[in-house]
């Protein structure tokens, strides 16, 4: 098996560990894309979300592009030596109806800010609509700006119907996406199982057709250490939520299961 990309390795080589291991919360934290996209965030905000990304050494933080700076200057004051959680930032964000153009400029500005991972919310009215191919014309667009970062499509499957889900995330897959993820957070609702199988299946079908394995990101609904399990069993790679910090800290306090 190979990966969509060099990143994936580490992804899915922690959640094999972590299903052999579901009490090693390192595991689980290695596989979190800690995230503060609200609108009404401050600075400190930020500076608390990066820290607790290098206590719990998460995956990355996830956030708005205007905030990397910050993120960076943390990064740098907390660990002078040794190895930061990754910059992820978000494009379109999060209604995704923003021009092709547009998102391209964005991934190349926060590409120029250092961020490490793009996640775009697609055209959710392309796919409604069912335009793949203009679909694939602006993931084209996107992986092209990265310039061979790791790339997150955000299709917002609570606005979608199950075809609607597979053929989107196919022309994305098909574009050069690296990883499938369900929702912004902002949508009806976030993550569920059903997503997590459609998605699934498009992995296999992809892995079948070129030989590379997509990444796979569960994002909203993230709420507890049992609603992480879930969704890592049910295929996940990777886990987006603001509540990471918090499930660890109340497992460590109360014991709570994980199975």
């Given amino acids: 098996?190979?990966?969509?990309?060099?990143?994936?390795?580490?992804?899915?080589s922690q959640r094999e560990l972590l299903i052999k291991e579901p009490d090693r919360l390192e595991h689980l934290a290695a596989l979190i894309d800690h995230t503060l996209l609200k609108m009404n965030a401050v600075t400190g905000d930020f500076k608390k979300l990066v820290r607790e990304a290098m206590d719990h050494q998460f995956c990355s933080v996830c956030i708005p592009s205007s905030a990397i700076e910050i993120a960076l200057a943390e990064?740098?004051?907390?660990?002078p030596t040794g190895k930061s959680?990754?910059?992820c930032t978000v494009v379109g964000f999060p209604h995704g109806n923003t021009t092709t153009d547009a998102k391209i400029c964005e991934t190349t500005a926060a590409l120029e800010q250092g961020a490490d991972e793009f996640d775009f919310v697609q055209n959710v009215t392309w796919a409604r609509d069912h335009e793949w191919n203009r679909l694939k014309q602006e993931a084209e667009g996107i992986v092209r700006a990265a310039q061979?970062?790791?790339?997150?499509?955000?299709?917002e499957t609570s606005l979608l119907s199950d075809e609607e889900i597979f053929m989107s995330a196919s022309a994305a897959a098909d574009a050069g996406v690296h990883v499938l993820k369900t929702s912004?957070?902002?949508?009806?609702?976030?993550?569920s199982e059903n997503d997590l199988k459609i998605l699934s299946d498009v992995?296999?079908?992809?892995?079948?057709?070129?030989?590379?394995?997509?990444?796979?990101?569960?994002s909203g609904g993230v709420r507890s250490l049992a609603d992480a399990m879930n969704?890592?069993?049910?295929?996940a790679t990777r886990l987006g939520t603001s509540s990471g910090a918090l499930l660890l800290k109340r497992q460590s306090t109360e014991g709570e299961s994980v199975y």
């Avoid at 061979?148 to 299709?155: E, M």
């Fill in 75 to 79: 990064f740098k004051a907390g660990l």
């Fill in 1 to 12: 098996m190979k990966a969509a990309h060099f990143s994936l390795e580490k992804d899915f």
């Fill in 184 to 191: 912004t957070g902002f949508g009806t609702r976030g993550a």
């Fill in 85 to 87: 959680p990754l910059v």
């Fill in 231 to 235: 969704f890592i069993r049910c295929g």
């Fill in 148 to 155: 061979g970062r790791l790339v997150k499509v955000i299709l």
């Fill in 203 to 218: 992995i296999v079908r992809h892995q079948k057709k070129t030989g590379l394995k997509l990444g796979l990101k569960a």
